[in-house]
């Protein structure tokens, strides 16, 4: 299957969403008068953040974007926006607090969790009824996971939850691979286990430094992921739509 070809609509888009960024980050360092709580943190979020929608308004833009590559977009527009909540609830000190900051954090990775399997559903499944009931199984669970996360607001639940989301899709891509060389898959696993490497180094602690810890890390490395996504969305077919 060849890539998608992408041929980029005008930039305002890609102005507008990182213009949005960019005033969340100059309001939150205003907030803070210059002093964030958890200055690296605060800095590698947003750098995330900004991947994030950046890669999401390029593929979004693309002239031929199927319905899934524009759902693989949300998914990465989600995580960016996730991670902007998530860097200013750092900034401000309130992380892992009940407040809306980190709630907003949670539910963001769930939605990204989320889309990314209904863009692997809508991609991959050429059955409509079985993506239909596949579909529903996805928003049920999305809403199941808000209502728990709610009255606990542990990023260990957003680690599992967007975990196992990474782990089906990496069979369904190391399977895919296997049986008809998907164009997708190969960018699909480097992904997936970039993104477990970065897991891995933010539920272990490994941190570099005092002043940079295993947050910080753990956002360098989830960049590289989030890339490789990008690629992978490039070259996401649709079932739906009979592409390639």
């Not at 002093?35 to 950046?54: H, I, K, M, R």
């Not at 559903?121 to 209502?147: E, M, N, Q, T």
């Not at 990023?155 to 296997?178: H, P, R």
């Amino acid at each position: 299957m060849a890539p998608t070809a992408v041929v980029h609509r005008p930039r305002w888009g890609l102005a507008f969403g990182l213009g949005a960024v960019l005033v969340a980050f100059v309001a939150t360092w205003a907030s803070t008068a210059g002093a964030p709580a958890e200055l690296a943190t605060f800095l590698t979020d947003y750098l995330l953040a900004g991947l994030g929608v950046g890669f999401a308004v390029l593929l979004w833009s693309s002239t031929d974007a199927s319905g899934a590559q524009r759902l693989w977009a949300g998914a990465l527009a989600t995580i960016g926006a996730g991670a902007a909540i998530g860097g200013s609830s750092h900034a401000l000190g309130a992380a892992e607090e009940v407040g809306w900051l980190w709630n907003g954090t949670m539910i963001a990775i769930g939605l990204a969790s989320c889309l990314l399997g209904a863009a692997a559903v809508r991609a991959f499944v050429d059955s409509p009824r079985i993506r239909g009931g596949l579909g529903a199984i996805l928003a049920l669970g999305f809403l199941a996971y808000v209502w728990w996360v709610l009255g606990h607001p542990d990023f260990q639940w957003a680690v599992l939850d967007y975990g196992l989301t990474l782990a089906a899709l990496l069979v369904t891509a190391c399977v895919l691979w296997w049986r008809r060389r998907e164009a997708s898959a190969p960018w699909l696993i480097g992904a997936i286990v970039v993104s477990f490497a970065a897991a891995g180094v933010q539920q272990l602690e490994l941190s570099p430094h005092p002043r940079f810890n295993h947050n910080d890390l753990y956002h360098l490395v989830q960049a590289l992921g989030l890339w490789l996504f990008y690629r992978a969305g490039r070259r996401l077919p649709d079932a739906a739509e009979g592409g390639p």
